[in-house]
């Protein structure tokens, strides 16, 4: 049996589940959703609320949650500055974009609410914040831009951030009241525990092919068949390996650290910081947070890899970019500080939009969230529930009026552009990496 890597310190800090079934016999399903993260699990829920009496199978290529849902900073966003390789001009475009965001925020806090969900949910908003003085004027533009949508924000200086943040690192920051901050991994776990009993999990099972004749889909897995009238692909960053919208996204894997929980005196060193969340102004800078149990999660790289496996070998040299960031912000911290490191998979568009569609009568894709997967997925995964239900909704006619994707060119041309502007946005942030 395949079993998580036990590299990633969200999931480590959580129990370990048990009684795991794979695919072993061929069955027949009226649903077979495909990816059991934020949107699969999502999914699930609503397809079991509308289809009392249908059968609704949920797979996953590993153990459900442990993807990249278990596996990112823990961000619920209200605002993002940098979540594509365009810039949000248009400032209709903008506004659509966040009322999805506020939309997903909604819908994970009605689940929390529903189910009495513990993942250390924190009102505590985040900061785009720079050490170099001359981002100021993105930071003046984009409160511009919140200021004209009504967002409640604030610009501070070097000082006032040193007390916030424990760090005398950063220059400048814009916070924003809206975002939250919480434990993925208990967020995920708990979509998991909480799934309808007429929703069969099967885990470890990676769908190698699948076709369709006529109105059925035949899907092949190792050892078994599953045969389905209708198939909602919820893979994210692995849509591109499945040939789901190909031209319109690809994977990214990104890697982060945390350190173990700060001692006393070393609280104290920092200034005993309440609980926080840094995204960076330029596009690779680091992303940091200080966690509600004191820790300190730091992610700072964004490759194209191979999305199905980094070994530890390639992480552990990824973990010394982690240290060292950790190092620049917190001079006064141990260099044995950091406990656990691992990778995870985001999918990109071209234009930072979402993929949400019908592909044909019976197959329905929801996913590319570009970094932004809690709250997008959790709501997109209701969402194409109702739409596979043959059913529609407000959130659909918003998500659908929203901009989309944009094509890409093909390989190698893609992957080499990609890794082009890759290059070009770390040298623009060498300096807060």
Not at 175 to 185: D, R, S, V
């Amino acid at each position: 049996m395949v079993q998580n890597d036990k590299l990633c310190g969200w999931i480590n800090n959580i129990p370990l589940r048990t009684n795991i079934n794979s695919v072993s016999k061929d069955e027949e399903c009226d649903y077979l959703i495909v990816g059991a993260g934020y949107t699969g699990l999502s999914a699930a829920r609503k397809l079991s609320e509308i289809h009392l009496n249908k059968k609704i199978i949920l797979i996953d290529a590993q153990l459900a949650g442990e993807g990249a849902s278990g596996r990112n900073s823990g961000y619920l966003v209200d605002t993002t500055l940098n979540d594509g390789f365009t810039s949000n001009k248009e400032l209709d475009n903008y506004k659509n974009k966040t009322d999805i965001y506020k939309l997903g925020i909604d819908y994970v806090k009605k689940f929390i609410k529903e189910y009495q969900v513990d993942c250390d949910w924190s009102e505590s908003g985040k900061y785009f914040a720079s050490s170099k003085i001359e981002d100021k004027k993105i930071l003046i533009n984009f409160s511009k831009i919140l200021s004209k949508l009504n967002f409640r924000h604030d610009l501070f200086s070097e000082n006032e951030l040193s007390d916030k943040l424990g760090t005398s690192f950063y220059k400048l920051a814009l916070y924003t009241k809206g975002g939250i901050l919480l434990h993925p991994g208990k967020l995920v776990r708990a979509m998991i525990d909480s799934l309808p009993k007429n929703i069969k999990l099967y885990e470890n099972s990676t769908l190698l092919n699948w076709n369709k004749n006529q109105d059925v889909i035949l899907c092949n897995f190792k050892n078994a068949n599953i045969t389905t009238k209708k198939i909602i692909f919820c893979t994210n960053g692995f849509l591109k390996s499945l040939g789901i919208k190909s031209n319109y996204n690809f994977p990214l894997t990104l890697t982060a650290s945390m350190t173990r929980p700060l001692k006393e005196n070393e609280f104290k060193s920092i200034g005993e910081p309440d609980e926080w969340g840094v995204l960076p102004v330029r596009p690779m800078g680091a992303t940091v947070r200080m966690t509600k149990d004191r820790r300190i999660l730091v992610r700072n790289t964004a490759e194209v890899f191979n999305p199905f496996k980094m070994k530890e070998s390639e992480i552990k040299k990824r973990s010394i970019n982690q240290y060292m960031s950790i190092k620049k912000r917190f001079p006064e911290l141990p260099s044995d500080i950091i406990e656990s490191s691992w990778s995870g998979v985001v999918s990109r568009s071209r234009n930072g939009s979402q993929i949400f569609e019908k592909i044909d009568k019976n197959i329905f894709v929801a996913g590319c969230y570009n970094g932004s997967g809690i709250g997008v997925g959790t709501l997109f995964g209701e969402q194409i529930a109702i739409k596979a239900s043959d059913e529609n909704s407000s959130e659909i006619n918003l998500i659908e009026s929203r901009t989309k994707p944009t094509w890409l060119p093909p390989e190698p041309f893609l992957s080499i552009g990609v890794k082009a502007r890759l290059m070009y946005e770390k040298l623009k942030a060498k300096s807060e990496i």
